[in-house]
């Protein structure tokens, strides 16, 4: 079964700066894809990135990049010039390839908090 | 475009009663979800379905039960509430091709 592990519970970073989250994952897979999901206050659960593991290229999204390493199985995620709006649970999932129905795997979730 | 609508959004249940928790989605997705969010956690699969008449179990499927007679309709069957299935509970849908799934708002539960 893969598993996701997120090692950090919590991370404060001051406002403008840039903060890094760590994830691992452990597969025996070789198609597959990354996510990172942002759950802020609401509830809701909002994609922030996908990366697709067939792409060397890390995936980007404005101010939101990751970090693929595949041989290492790890994908974490850069937040640059952190905005308040960005304090939120991060969860780090993971989803089989190929096609099929698999559901998401998810990681504990590291807690991200932003300083004014 | 509604997306991926839950209802209840609350609920407080005692202990023994039953209840379903509707999701409805406007997408025309093949694919629906049910997922678990216990306090401190990531989400964990129920159930999924890929289609009409197909469901299948998740990871964590004891004391649950679904049913999935349209494209549109995805609900949950909580029987014999019990406490450990206090919870916040996350529907989600997705087609074959898109990468994306699209989640609802998700149910708080409460088994008391």
């Known amino acids: 079964a893969q598993t996701v592990t997120q090692s950090q519970p919590e991370m404060s970073v001051q406002e403008a700066e840039t903060v890094t989250l760590s994830c691992t994952y452990d597969?025996?897979?070789?198609?597959?894809?990354l996510f990172w999901y942002k759950q802020p206050p609401s509830r809701q659960m909002i994609l922030v990135i996908r990366?697709?593991?067939?792409?060397?290229q890390n995936a980007t999204e404005n101010r939101f990049s990751v970090n693929f390493q595949k041989a290492a199985k790890s994908f974490s995620l850069k937040i640059s010039d952190s905005q308040l709006g960005d304090a939120a649970m991060y969860f780090c999932?993971?989803?089989?390839?190929?096609?099929?129905?698999?559901?998401?795997?998810f990681g504990k979730g590291t807690h991200l908090i932003i300083q004014p | 475009n509604a997306g991926v609508t839950q209802t209840p959004k609350f609920r407080i249940l005692k202990i023994g009663q039953s209840m379903t928790l509707q999701c409805a989605q406007d997408?025309?997705?093949?694919?629906m979800y049910w997922y678990r969010q216990d306090p401190g956690m990531g989400l964990k699969l129920i159930y999924y379905?890929?289609?009409?008449?197909?469901?299948d179990k998740g990871e964590v499927p004891n004391g649950y039960n679904v049913s999935r007679s349209t494209t549109e309709d995805f609900p949950l069957r909580l029987e014999l509430a019990a406490p450990s299935q206090t919870s916040v509970y996350f529907c989600?849908?997705?087609?074959?091709?898109?990468?994306?799934?699209?989640f609802g708002q998700g149910t708080r539960l409460t088994v008391v």
């Open positions: 989600a849908s997705r087609d074959r091709v898109n990468t994306e799934a699209f």
């Open positions: 597969t025996s897979e070789s198609d597959y894809y």
């Open positions: 990366q697709e593991a067939y792409k060397q």
């Open positions: 999932a993971y989803r089989l390839g190929g096609g099929g129905a698999d559901g998401l795997t």
């Open positions: 997408m025309n997705h093949n694919y």
């Open positions: 379905s890929v289609g009409a008449g197909i469901t």
